[in-house]
T-cell receptor
Framework: QKEVEQDPGPLSVPEGAIVSLNCTYS??????FMWYRQYSRKGPELLMY????GNKEDGRFTAQVDKSSKYISLFIRDSQPSDSATYLC?????????FGAGTRLFVKA | GAVVSQHPSRVICKSGTSVKIECRSL??????MFWYRQFPKQSLMLMAT?????????EQGVEKDKFLINHASLTLSTLTVTSAHPEDSSFYIC???????????????FGPGTRLTVL
């Protein structure tokens, strides 16, 4: 079992749709949970991070962590074509960061 | 925000040659840098952790004699792919940890990546 599981997609949605991206993780010791966005042929950039359970909102993006079910979510409201990218969830409980496989998102105009 | 640069951004080389990739933290000090490899449509695979002034720690299955890592200063780490072969063709990405970061979990900042093609 991988430590972080993420459906690679691809996920295709029309512009303006609400996008839901999800991951599960296996180690209950993980405390920090991150979402990175990676455009094609570029390095990942941090979108949001959360500590422990709860929600965090930043503009059109909402990150959600449910530690009881070991479930991580990222919601994108009013999706735009510029949101088209690969979204990687990640977690760390110590020194290393463990990444999910990344979900490829396409937002069609 | 913190900036990490990589050089070169793209390199094409012949099989059997060595290639050096540089990773620099431009506006912060990074005692720790990470090297990742990413194949098309796959996630980041950690290759090694580079600590300034000491030997790198390699992940299982990564050949340390093939992927030489040097972290000689707080702002520079290099990855040298020795005797490169076509199967080494990949996207190599470094990240640097801001040791003075206030976020709490020691945020990593990623470089833009280096695309290596071995003919």
């Amino acid at each position: 079992q991988k430590e972080v599981e993420q459906d690679p997609g691809p996920l295709s949605v029309p512009e303006g749709a609400i996008v839901s991206l999800n991951c599960t993780y296996s180690n209950s010791a993980f405390q920090y949970f991150m979402w990175y966005r990676q455009y094609s042929r570029k390095g990942p950039e941090l979108l949001m991070y959360t500590y422990s359970s709860g929600n965090k909102e930043d503009g059109r993006f909402t990150a959600q962590v449910d530690k009881s079910s070991k479930y991580i979510s990222l919601f994108i409201r009013d999706s735009q074509p510029s949101d088209s990218a690969t979204y990687l969830c990640a977690t760390t409980g110590g020194f290393k960061t463990i990444f999910g496989a990344g979900t490829r998102l396409f937002v069609k105009a | 925000g913190a900036v990490v640069s990589q050089h070169p951004s793209r390199v094409i080389c012949k099989s059997g040659t060595s290639v050096k990739i540089e990773c620099r933290s431009l506006d912060f000090q990074a005692t720790t840098m990470f090297w990742y490899r990413q194949f098309p449509k796959q996630s980041l695979m950690l290759m090694a952790t580079s600590n300034e002034g000491s030997k790198a720690t390699y992940e299982q299955g990564v050949e340390k004699d093939k992927f030489l890592i040097n972290h000689a200063s707080l702002t520079l780490s290099t990855l040298t792919v020795t005797s490169a072969h076509p199967e080494d063709s990949s996207f190599y990405i470094c990240s640097a940890r801001d040791t003075l970061g206030a976020i709490g979990y020691n945020e990593q900042f990623f470089g833009p990546g280096t695309r290596l093609t071995v003919l």
